[in-house]
């Protein structure tokens, strides 16, 4: 099922035509939308499906020209009345390099028809918007929690309106459960991760996560006209939004105030936390930056970062998206990440983390199970041990030894049952080191980090609750397994009306309400175990879920959490 920017208009637009009398039809439309007026705008928005939707409201300046590559400026003066009916545009996307073939498409498949892979309309440098979604009748004192929305997309593309709130907000009004959605939209790829030493003196590295700060500042002062509590914030992510989400609990080294009380209270992370990345003026990162600036024809420039700014769109645009994508050979050894710069980021995550420098707050946290499958379908020349090795070496941790990285590679077997997709056997081996290549990347970018940070804040913070999971509801895939990003069709979508839909959205639900997703949530489901507490997972199936050990492949997690510091990306 596809879920892109037309189906998501063409709800907007039907939502506006139910309001439409005959008679003069511009006054009474106007008269019939909700209305909501803030500090600096009147923002007219529109009603589908019970739900009032404001969509795209500007909350800083273009960044375009002298403000390209430079942090989001919020707006201070009135924009007036604001229409807010249609959805939010996207910020500039970087093109899918994926290398393949007609094979990789076929495996492919219904995948690409997944929001990640949709083409987005409405793309402008001017993207920077927020939205809302919040039960219609909603009056301004109803103080409803607020679940913050941070798209993902591998930091390269992704939009705020691709993914409609509306199912995710009558679901909670159908528990007693109401809430205000809030989807934030921040530049990505080139125009919001550019590294190199010219950023970093500029000031003007890691924008994207800026831009979700400056989304939840607006919600901080805006909010409660919508009916929300800008006390009860949530923030949720998945992929690089969940990234994201750990990134805004250590930007700043873990300072979340604003205004004297934090931005937000609870997190939820699906697959994604703790990404140990090397400086924003590193090698690799400067070798992004000049082939950036070469690209657009700006490296005999005496300031090459002014050139950047100076070009036009379009030269920006391809010049940023000459590096590789995400679906390529060099997978999520991704061109464009958050990267320490000594202030937004003053350090790696995993060392803010160890120094205690993040904010500590409840949270909800997993994967998928075979989050790597995905990401290794494009290195079939990748036959044994050695050639893994080399790849690991090339284009992940340039500071690990040989020696290092063999070790590392030792901890999986090398054979097809033991990998990812895991538990199947001899099946879905695509070339011979797939199945391995899987579980790796999976490991060291998701799945055994995720424990990695879970064993240093339950040690660090032991009094502030966690919970985890992992997912298997899509077993069977071929070769993909349940692979990463599968969960936006179960959990945001609800797509698929099983029992792995139901109850992660009625955990999540009693999570934004009491920060505890045992709390309110029906005795059909089991309890969910704090993970400090035992180290155990709830494990999500399609049709029921069970508990078990947060152990798996503990050889490779002790050599991975021994060596940490030389797995910067």
Avoid at 268 to 285: F, L, N, R, T
Avoid at 300 to 323: G, H, I, K, M, Q
Avoid at 393 to 401: K, L, M, Q
Avoid at 409 to 417: E, L
Wanted: proline share 6%; with cysteine.
């Amino acid at each position: 099922m596809k879920c892109s920017f037309s189906f998501i208009a063409v709800a907007y637009l039907a939502g506006l035509a139910a309001t439409l009398p005959v008679a003069d039809p511009d006054k009474v439309a106007r008269a019939a939308s909700p209305t909501v007026t803030l500090s600096l705008a009147t923002v007219i928005g529109s009603v589908a499906d019970g739900v009032n939707q404001f969509g795209g409201i500007p909350i800083a300046a273009a960044p375009t020209g002298s403000l390209r590559l430079k942090p989001p400026q919020a707006i201070t003066s009135s924009i007036g009345v604001f229409d807010a009916t249609g959805a939010a545009g996207a910020c500039p996307q970087m093109l899918i390099s994926t290398d393949s073939n007609n094979f990789i498409t076929e495996v492919l498949g219904d995948i690409i028809d997944l929001p990640f892979f949709q083409t987005a309309t409405g793309i402008s440098e001017d993207c920077l918007t927020i939205s809302v979604q919040v039960p219609s009748g909603t009056k301004a004192d109803a103080k409803l929690p607020v679940l913050f929305w941070i798209f993902g997309g591998g930091f390269e593309l992704g939009w705020s309106s691709m993914y409609d709130g509306v199912s995710l907000v009558n679901n909670g009004v159908a528990q007693g459960k109401p809430f205000v959605f809030v989807a934030v939209n921040y530049r990505v790829g080139g125009f919001g991760f550019l590294g190199g030493k010219e950023i970093l003196a500029d000031g003007s590295s890691n924008l994207g996560l800026l831009d979700q700060r400056l989304g939840l500042e607006w919600v901080a002062d805006n909010i409660a006209a919508f009916g929300g509590d800008p006390t009860k914030v949530t923030i949720w992510g998945e992929s690089a939004g969940s990234i994201s989400v750990l990134d805004q609990m250590v930007l700043y080294g873990g300072d979340i105030e604003y205004k004297g009380k934090p931005l937000f209270r609870g997190a939820i992370m699906d697959s994604g936390s703790v990404v140990p990345a090397d400086p924003v003026d590193c090698p690799k990162a400067q070798a992004v930056y000049d082939q950036v600036v070469s690209k657009a024809g700006c490296s005999s420039a005496s300031d090459t970062l002014e050139c950047l700014r100076s070009v036009d769109y379009e030269t920006f645009l391809n010049a940023a998206n000459s590096v590789p994508g995400i679906l390529s050979y060099s997978s999520v050894a991704l061109s464009y990440l958050p990267r320490p710069d000594g202030v937004v980021l003053p350090s790696s995550p995993d060392v803010l983390i160890t120094n205690k420098q993040y904010a500590a707050v409840p949270m909800i946290i997993g994967d998928q199970e075979d989050e790597g499958t995905l990401f290794a379908l494009f290195q079939s020349n990748i036959t044994d041990s050695s050639l893994i090795v080399s790849y690991l070496s090339e284009y992940f941790f340039h500071s690990a030894t040989t020696a290092q990285l063999t070790a590392l590679v030792a901890t999986y077997p090398d054979n097809w049952i033991d990998g990812s997709p895991f538990n199947t056997g001899l099946l879905n081996a695509i070339y011979p080191e797939f199945k391995r290549l899987a579980a790796m990347i999976g490991d060291f970018t998701f799945t055994l980090t995720r424990r990695l940070f879970l064993a240093e804040t339950s040690t660090l913070n032991p009094t502030v609750p966690s919970w985890s999971y992992l997912a298997s509801y899509d077993y069977g895939t071929p070769i993909l397994g349940t692979f990463h990003g599968s969960d936006l069709l179960q959990v945001f979508y609800g797509i698929l009306p099983d029992f792995a839909s139901a109850s992660i959205q009625s955990y999540y639900l009693s999570f934004l309400y009491t920060l505890d997703p045992n709390n309110g949530t029906s005795d059909s489901y089991r309890t969910w175990p704090q993970w400090s507490v035992g180290q155990e997972l709830i494990n999500f199936s399609s049709g029921s879920s069970s508990l078990m050990a947060d152990n798996f492949r503990s050889e490779s997690y002790d050599w991975i959490a021994a060596n940490v510091a030389n797995l910067h990306i």
